[in-house]
């Protein structure tokens, strides 16, 4: 059984920075695409990044890719996710999540992962 486990996350102001790390276990193919996911409040999940073990490839949001340093090790079997000038709109709870096969990551991973980590919460304010 794939496990995730996060760490990182709590508390910020505005313009500071947080760091979300992800450990990943139990694959049981080689291949396996993983990244962050973040739900806030009243809103559905939307995928922030999302690494691809086969390829190398990486995809991110959008919206927040020149705030954000997605970085991976161990094949993506730990990733982190470092969040820069935080805004109050980063406030969620963010996941760490993953599903296994080779394909490329597209940006559509919120709909596709399979394993979910138990979640951590990030809370931008002043």
């Known amino acids: 059984q794939v496990q995730l486990v996060e760490s990182g996350g709590g508390s910020a102001r505005p313009g500071e920075s947080l760091r979300l790390s992800c450990s990943a276990s139990?694959?049981?193919?080689?291949?396996?695409?993983i990244g962050w996911v973040r739900q806030a409040p009243g809103k559905e999940r939307e995928g922030v990044s999302c690494?691809?073990?086969?390829?190398?490839?990486?995809w991110l949001e959008a919206s927040v890719k020149d705030r954000i340093n997605f970085s991976t090790m161990n094949r993506g079997s730990t990733v982190a996710l470092e969040m820069k000038n935080l805004k109050p709109e980063d406030t969620a709870v963010y996941y760490c999540a993953a599903v296994q096969g080779g394909d490329p990551c597209s940006g559509n991973e919120v709909y596709e992962y399979a394993y979910w980590g138990q979640g951590t919460q990030v809370t931008v304010s002043s």
């Open positions: 139990g694959f049981t193919q080689y291949y396996y695409r």
């Open positions: 690494f691809s073990s086969r390829d190398g490839t990486t």
